[in-house]
């Protein structure tokens, strides 16, 4: 069980009598000399030459109790209604009221994971770049194009009047049933912090807020209202918590998301181990903490344990930040030193972010769509993942005479997944299905994107004869694939927000499909739009398997370029494919079986019984888990091919204090491409699994050379020691590999580490 879990940690920065300012908050001013009504003669926090700390901290003491009550409180405005609702809402995420005598700015605050989301088109006519799912961006392994793709979507929420995006989705994949396993960024710990990091710090290059989420371990979305996630303390923190941490050093966002779930006893949103503890006491973290929709359940255990800002009050069960909330610090059930810290944690963040000094236009702006769309596509081509090519059979010639594309509605379009991520992209959706049952059910539809893989290929092979099956009857698709240059099927499985898949194989008979088709053309690929991994019972009968998860609006042109080998594929597994679901920790879906036997499917998601969740493989998420039980996955963590050859050599391995290592890359084929070298680092005493503790991203012509050098993360080599408390580098001997991913070392030696200990 996690240690310290009912510590609490914020600061009593405010030093007036909670008496005194008890009496302030009730009594009504009159309207003769109402504090709200007329700006403060001086301004001094306007001065952006002064640390943000203190600017945040002259504005606090220029507000009344009322108008910090109003900062901590967000209205959702499609149910919002009554006393002290702003008259400036759009349909969207969230608003929190504008205070404009002090220039404080309404939160106006979009859904944006993947893009400015309009899930059922709340805004009619609103659309946005859709970029590739998180999943394809982690594939991706390249900091620098998460930073571009977070710069793209913030400059569309300005530009959209937003000012606050939840984005920066991190949840660890511990299950790869997991129903939002497509919005996160894999299952490691490093690379999903990396890359959230930098996508965070792109979205505030354009003085907004980013928010981080969903903190945490909302590993699962069945259940998630109600279900109790339990882990030990030395392992969340060197999983789950280490993600956080890392992308919150690389990102600084503005606001942190706390979770629907519990862990270990204890919801996340009033959880003070997490809240206090760890991200305000051991971490520092100076913004705020707003909940998820609908994930708060109290007023004072709340505000106490850490929770700054209820979000989307009207899905709460209760407004437990307005009346209740103004009541607790009149009655000093909390102290008025809280209600400060509160609203100083909002102003901070508005203040680091940018949003006070450079403050939204209230009326859209003009967005260059083009220009966006080409950054969506090269993320979407940089993250598609060859998984096999047998024969060379790719990529395809340009003179191939006769191509049949089969499923998946490749003829209009490509799959994305469902939930407060869905962008309404450019271009439409061609194929839109309403849910009838679930809990998703009232704002999600099954949605592709207009970007047509059919059409695509045809653009790069004019002369040739395409032609598109959609393959309901697998006998007329076997019968139309016969003797073509390349069949190519579609397969696609959609995943959602709110409701885990039950199984990982292929929906409505795509298995038995791809085997027909096989069984008719040797000369088949499979092309993967999917939310994670599936299972392949037909992977020996096809020469050609292609992982292009939820690629975007662009995603079919980024699929036919990598086909014909415009683009020389490069992405990496940022996630485990299991052989079989009996490989994975959990085999069957936790609750699922109350889902299964609800007479409306689970429409009523908090009607369903609470349940807990042991996370038996603790820190060992992945890849780890895997080497932990000795289990040859399907596809490893890691893993992706070219379409040319790579080699790593020279490797010197350098100790001490300090993990090091350097060694050659070589681009051996006949094509420029793109390699991502990965460097594992584990005890030569075998008492944990391997570990990714850093990686390169290397991009090289035809016999180009490059000398590359890693720095290990410390505290991937590191264990949490409860007794310290913080990471501790145990001394002694460390194996050491260079590795084409989690399975597959080339370069290998070891060193001897010095004792190092590092802060929580």
Request: proline share 7%; aromatic share 8%.
């Amino acid at each position: 069980m996690v240690s310290r879990l009912n510590q609490v940690a914020w600061p009593l920065a405010f030093v007036a009598s909670a008496a005194a300012m008890a009496v302030q908050a009730c009594e009504p001013a009159s309207p003769a000399n109402d504090p709200e009504t007329a700006a403060p003669a001086s301004q001094p926090w306007k001065d952006a030459s002064l640390p943000v700390a203190k600017r945040a901290d002259l504005l606090l003491a220029a507000m009344t109790p009322r108008e910090k009550l109003a900062l901590v409180y967000g209205f959702f405005p499609p149910l919002a209604k009554g006393e002290g609702v702003p008259t400036d809402m759009i349909p969207s995420a969230g608003q929190v009221p504008a205070i404009p005598r002090l220039g404080i700015p309404a939160l106006r605050e979009s859904d944006a994971s993947l893009g400015v989301a309009n899930q059922v088109e709340q805004r009619k006519g609103d659309v946005a770049t859709a970029l590739p799912s998180g999943l394809a961006l982690a594939a991706t392994f390249d900091p620098e194009l998460a930073y571009e793709t977070g710069a793209m979507i913030g400059g569309e929420a300005r530009a959209k009047t937003f000012n606050v995006l939840l984005s920066g989705g991190i949840n660890l994949t511990r299950d790869p049933w997991g129903g939002r396993n497509f919005e996160y960024l894999g299952e490691d710990p490093l690379l999903a912090g990396t890359m959230a990091g930098e996508s965070i710090r792109g979205v505030q290059s354009n003085k907004i807020v980013s928010t981080i989420k969903h903190y945490a371990l909302n590993a699962q979305e069945t259940g998630r209202f109600v279900m109790d996630a339990r882990i030990g303390e030395a392992a969340l923190r060197e999983s789950d918590l280490l993600a956080f941490e890392i992308a919150i050093e690389r990102g600084q966002p503005g606001s942190v998301m706390c979770a629907y779930n519990s862990i270990n006893g204890d919801f996340a949103c009033e959880n003070a181990f997490l809240l206090n503890t760890v991200l305000k006491g051991d971490w520092g973290y100076r913004g705020w903490v707003m909940s998820d929709w609908g994930a708060v359940h109290s007023t004072v255990k709340a505000a106490r344990n850490g929770l700054d800002q209820q979000s989307g009050g009207e899905l709460d069960t209760h407004p437990f930040y307005r009346e209740d909330l103004r009541k607790a610090f009149e009655s000093s059930a909390l102290p008025m030193a809280r209600l400060d810290d509160m609203a100083r944690r909002v102003l901070h963040g508005m203040f680091a972010a940018g949003v006070m000094d450079a403050p939204v236009v209230t009326t859209a702006q003009p967005i260059d769509y083009a220009k966006n769309a080409e950054v969506a596509q090269r993320a979407a081509e940089a993250g598609i993942v060859l998984l096999k090519n047998e024969g060379q059979a790719l990529p395809l010639a340009k003179s191939a005479k006769r191509i049949v594309v089969i499923g998946g509605h490749a003829d209009v379009g490509v799959l994305s997944g469902g939930g407060s991520s869905q962008v309404r992209s450019v271009g439409g959706a061609p194929v839109e299905i309403p849910l009838k049952d679930g809990p998703a059910v009232s704002f999600v539809r099954k949605t592709w994107h207009a970007s047509s893989p059919l059409a695509a290929i045809r653009a790069l092979a004019p002369e040739a004869k395409v032609k598109f099956v959609d393959g309901n009857d697998r006998v007329a698709a076997a019968a139309a694939a016969k003797g073509a240059d390349m069949a190519i099927v579609f397969a696609t499985q959609w995943t959602t927000e709110a409701e885990d898949v039950e199984t990982i194989a292929l929906p409505g008979g795509q298995d038995a499909l791809i085997d027909a088709v096989a069984a008719a053309n040797p000369k088949t690929a499979v092309v993967l739009n999917t939310g994670g991994p599936v299972l392949m019972p037909w992977l020996s009968k096809v020469p050609v398997v292609v992982a292009a998860w939820y690629p975007g609006q662009r995603g079919g042109e980024a699929i036919a370029r990598v086909l014909f080998g415009e683009v020389n594929p490069s992405g990496r597994l940022p996630i485990t494919f299991p052989k079989s679901i009996d490989q994975a920790p959990r085999a069957q879906v936790p609750g699922y079986d109350q889902i299964r036997a609800s007479p409306d499917r689970g429409t009523d998601a908090r009607a369903i019984k609470p349940f807990t969740v042991e996370y038996r493989e603790g820190s060992d998420v992945g890849y780890r888990w895997y080497a932990r039980q000795g289990q040859a996955p399907l596809f490893p963590f890691g893993y992706g091919l070219s379409y040319t050859r790579f080699g790593y050599s020279s490797l010197k391995v350098e100790g001490g204090a300090q993990l090091k290592v350097s060694f050659d890359v070589v681009n051996r084929g006949e094509r420029a491409g793109s390699d991502v070298p990965q460097l594992y680092v584990t005890p030569a005493s075998g008492t944990r699994p391997l570990r990714l503790a850093g990686w390169e991203r290397v991009t090289l012509k035809p016999g180009e050379k490059r000398r590359v050098t890693i720095t290990a993360e410390p505290r991937i080599v590191a264990d949490y020691d409860l007794a310290q408390p913080g990471f501790r580098v145990a001394g002694g001997t460390y194996r050491i590999s260079i590795s084409r991913d989690a399975a597959q070392p080339v370069l290998t030696g070891q060193t001897e580490l010095q004792e190092r200990r590092l802060a929580p």
